[in-house]
DNA sequence: CCATGTCGTTGATCCACGTCAAAACAGCCG
DNA sequence: CGGCTGTTTTGACGTGGATCAACGACATGG
C-alpha cells in the first residue's frame, strides 16, 4: 500500500507530564507528546486550545455514527474508544481501538466513514474542523503531523488486514494482546499486566471473531500457561516471547 | 479509526490526456489528475521532473521488499502493482493493488512496511525521497496532496478491514469485481467488461481466501447470472444492482 | 501444430470456527 | 446479603471455506 511519511518534526515519544504556567487547558496536558499538538509552541497552543472543547462520555456511549455530518475531530486525552463500521444485517467490524493520546479524525468525504463509541468513560478535545482547518493553514506543522499520524495508521492497518486475513483465531489473540501492551508501553503505562477494557464482543468484531471463539482462544492460551487472566480487566503476559513467537505466526 | 482530510485543493478527477509544450516528460502524462502532481502548475511539475527517474518492470518483477531501506517512493503511470505482507510459513496477504495514477510511498520507518511487485508489465515515475522531500518544504501543495491521499486509503483500508473481518467469500468476490469497476471509471476506463488482470492466487491473497474459494465463487455468480466470464481477464457485469446487494450484505 | 508449463476449475473430504444452548460468574442495587 | 442483569465461559453440534487431488484450458515456444 502507499503510506508516506514526511515528517521530520516529531517521533512518537512516551507522554510526559508537563507543568505549564499560562491558563491554557492544554498546559496540563499529560499525552500532549503523542497528539496532534505535540510540535506545537506556547503561542500556537494557545491558538489552538482557543477553538478546543472538552467532551465527556460514559461508557457504551456513541461519539459519532457513520454517514453523519463530519463536523468536529477530537484527540482522546483519557478512557477507550472504538471506532466500527456496520454491515446492514448488524454484522460489525470494529477498525479500531483509540487510547489517550490518538486522534479521531474524518474521510475525505463531509460525512463520518465509520461509527465511534466510548469504551469507557472518556475526555475527549474537540477541534471544529472548519476552525481547525483555518489554523492549518497559518502552521504547517499541524499537517505535517497529521500526514504522520496518517502514515502510521496506514501501516497498522495492513498488519491488520494480515491479521485478519491469514491470521488463525490463536495468532490473533496473541497479536490483539501484544498490541495493547505495546500501546500501554508507548503511552508510557504498565505494559505488562495488559489492560484489556473492551468486551469479548468487542474484542471478536476486532479481530473478525465471534465471542465464542475469543474466549476459547483466551482459555486456551492460560491453559499453555503463555497468559494469565486477573481481575479487573487484567491479562498478564506470563510468556511473552511465546506470545510473539505465536502472534508472527512462527 | 482516525482518517482526516483538509485537503480543499483538488478533487480526484477522471484522468485526461495532457497536451503541453514543454519538454517535460510529465507534459504527456495521461494520469497527472489522479497523481501527486495534481495540483502543481508548469513550473513546479518541472522541478519534480527533473528529480523523477521512469522505472520499467515485467510481469512478476518486484519493486522492492518489506524491510528493504525505503529510499524512493512511485507513481504507478501504466499497468497493475500489488503490494503485500507475509508471514514467516508463507502466508500472504496483498493489501493493495495499484493502477496507473496511484501511488506507491513508504512508511514512517525507514524501511519499506510491505513488498511491492508488478502483476503486469509496468511503468513507474520513481522518486527519490530526500530529494522529494526538499521539494516539499518548497510546495506545501504535495503535502497536502499526500495528506488526502493518505485519508482516501484510510477510508479504504477500512472498508477492506470490514470485508476480511465480516464478509462471506461470495461477498468479497462482489465487493472485488465493483472495486475493480469502480477505480477503473476513476481513471477513464470502461468499467463495465472489468479488466481482471491478476490471478486467482493474488485475488485470494487479497480477500483472505483460497484460489479454489475464488474460482468457486466466480462459477457460483456466474451461475446465477450475476456476471459473465469473458476471455482476456474480462468479467461482464450482468447484472450490477444485484452485485451492490450481494456486496453490501444485503 | 504439438509439447509443456502455468493457471483455473471442479470434486471429495476435513476441520477451524460459527452457531445454538446453557451454565458460571460478576457487578450492582435494594 | 441475595436477587437481577449482563457478560463470560463451556459444551455439543453444524458448516463455510480450506485442503488435497485430478483434470481442463490456455498461453508460449519450439
Chains 1, 2 share one sequence.
Not at 54 to 75: H, I, Q, R
Not at 177 to 191: F, H, N, P, T, Y
Not at 225 to 235: A, R, S
Amino acid at each position: 500500500m502507499r503510506v508516506f511519511d514526511f515528517d521530520r518534526v516529531s517521533k512518537l515519544s512516551p507522554a510526559v507530564p508537563r507543568e505549564r504556567t499560562e491558563a491554557s487547558p492544554c498546559a496540563a496536558c499529560t499525552v500532549r507528546g503523542m497528539t496532534i499538538c505535540a510540535p506545537l509552541d506556547n503561542q500556537e497552543l494557545a491558538q489552538v486550545s482557543a477553538i478546543m472543547t472538552s467532551v465527556e462520555l460514559t461508557s457504551g456511549e456513541p461519539l459519532f455514527d457513520e454517514g453523519e455530518e463530519a463536523g468536529n475531530v477530537y484527540n482522546v486525552t483519557s478512557g477507550t474508544v472504538k471506532v466500527y463500521k456496520l454491515l446492514p444485517d448488524g454484522r460489525r467490524q470494529v477498525t479500531g481501538f483509540l487510547f489517550p493520546g490518538d486522534f479521531v479524525g474524518l474521510a475525505r468525504q463531509e460525512t463520518y466513514a465509520f461509527s465511534a463509541e466510548a469504551v469507557t468513560p472518556c475526555l475527549l478535545c474537540r477541534f471544529p474542523r472548519s476552525k481547525l482547518e483555518n489554523l492549518m493553514q497559518r502552521m504547517p506543522k499541524i499537517e505535517q503531523r497529521l500526514l504522520n499520524i496518517a502514515s502510521n495508521e496506514l501501516v497498522a492497518a495492513q498488519e491488520q488486514m494480515l491479521l485478519l486475513g491469514r491470521k488463525t483465531a490463536r495468532e490473533k489473540i496473541a497479536s490483539f494482546l501484544l498490541m495493547l501492551s505495546k500501546r500501554a508501553r508507548q503511552r508510557g503505562q504498565a505494559d505488562d499486566p495488559v489492560m484489556v477494557p473492551m468486551s469479548r464482543t468487542d474484542i471478536g468484531d476486532y479481530l473478525g471473531l465471534t465471542t465464542e471463539t475469543v474466549s476459547r482462544s483466551f482459555t486456551q492460551l492460560k491453559q499453555d500457561g503463555v497468559i494469565q487472566l486477573l481481575p479487573n480487566h487484567q491479562v498478564k503476559l506470563a510468556q511473552r516471547e511465546a506470545l510473539e513467537d505465536i502472534a508472527g505466526g512462527f
